[in-house]
């Protein structure tokens, strides 16, 4: 296994959220990352990305409100989320597009 998502939960709307990605060395040290993030029978929807360098990139509907980073020590991605609200709820995937290689994803519920 190469990608593995965890921090998914149940939060309510206004909270935070933090999800990590535990990536294999050699992608963590060679492709972009990124979140991305899919509801049932909807397409994929982009989240954020980051460059091995730590340049980021935010999809238009989270940003100013989610933030990628990586440790590079830990070849983890973390994805902090603030000012959820339930349209944010979805599973959540981290994953290398350039190689389309994907985590099993993370359930985000934001609820009262």
């Known amino acids: 296994v190469q990608l593995v998502e965890s921090g998914g939960g149940l939060v309510q709307p206004g909270g935070s959220l933090r999800l990590s990605c535990a990536a294999s060395?050699?992608?963590?040290?060679?492709?972009?990352m990124a979140w991305y993030r899919q509801a049932p029978g909807k397409e994929r929807e982009w989240v954020a990305t980051i460059t091995v360098s730590g340049t980021t990139n935010y999809g238009g509907s989270v940003k100013g409100r989610f933030t990628i980073s990586r440790d590079n020590a830990k070849n983890t991605v973390a994805l902090q989320m603030h000012s959820l609200h339930p349209a944010d709820t979805t599973v959540y995937y981290c994953?290398?597009?350039?190689?389309?290689?994907w985590g099993q994803g993370t359930q985000v519920t934001v609820s009262s």
């Open positions: 994953g290398a597009p350039n190689i389309e290689t």
């Open positions: 060395r050699s992608i963590f040290s060679t492709y972009i």
